[in-house]
């Protein structure tokens, strides 16, 4: 097994869309309730990629899963913080590869100068729980009941991880 991690282009969103597809069908992982298409995924890989890092894991030429960071909050004092998201195809969990490209995600983030890293995740998911202690997460607080789905009202619970010091004049993250 050969593992790549390189960034995403727009080449990758059917095979991403594929990925997400049953995180939204099938569970409360995500909150989103329709599934987004190659198109809208192509889209967003678009919009990310100017400012945040979107990467993706190859294992013999097969992309098996993606990670990306993405804006935390909207307003102009959280610019040095991402939030960020993993998926891994059903068919590769428990072979090895969310560890690695997470990891490259933190980093690439790290070397465009955000200072902390954030992930948001639905309550009661321990495999993402267990990831994100690995990589040095810390439990910063749960909202609870925020989001309902399947039938459901969930929990969800915020990790950070501090990538930087806290510069007291901040260069710019880069592009």
């Known amino acids: ?30 909150f989103e309730i329709d599934a987004p298409d190659a198109e809208e995924m192509r889209a967003r890989i678009e919009r990310i990629t100017p400012t945040h890092p979107w990467l993706v894991a190859e294992v013999d030429g097969a992309v098996l ?5 993405s804006a935390y909050r909207t307003r102009a004092a959280y610019r040095w913080v991402a939030e960020t998201g993993i998926y891994v195809a059903d068919a590769a969990r428990g072979q090895r590869i969310g560890t690695p490209l997470y990891r490259a995600l933190l980093d690439e983030l790290h070397r465009r100068g955000f ?39 969930h929990d969800v619970v915020f990790w950070q991880k501090d990538l930087a010091e806290r510069m007291r004049e901040p260069k710019e993250p880069l592009a």
């Open 65 to 69: 899963g993606y990670a990306y960071g």
């Open 115 to 153: 200072v902390a890293a954030m992930g948001v995740m639905t309550a009661g998911n321990p495999a993402s729980t267990a990831l994100h202690e690995r990589l040095g997460f810390v439990d910063t607080g749960t909202q609870p009941g925020i989001g309902y789905k399947h039938g459901g009202w």
């Open 1 to 30: 097994m050969t593992l790549t991690i390189r960034p995403a282009t727009p080449d990758d969103a059917e095979t991403i869309a594929a990925i997400y597809r049953p995180y939204v069908t099938d569970t409360v992982i995500t």
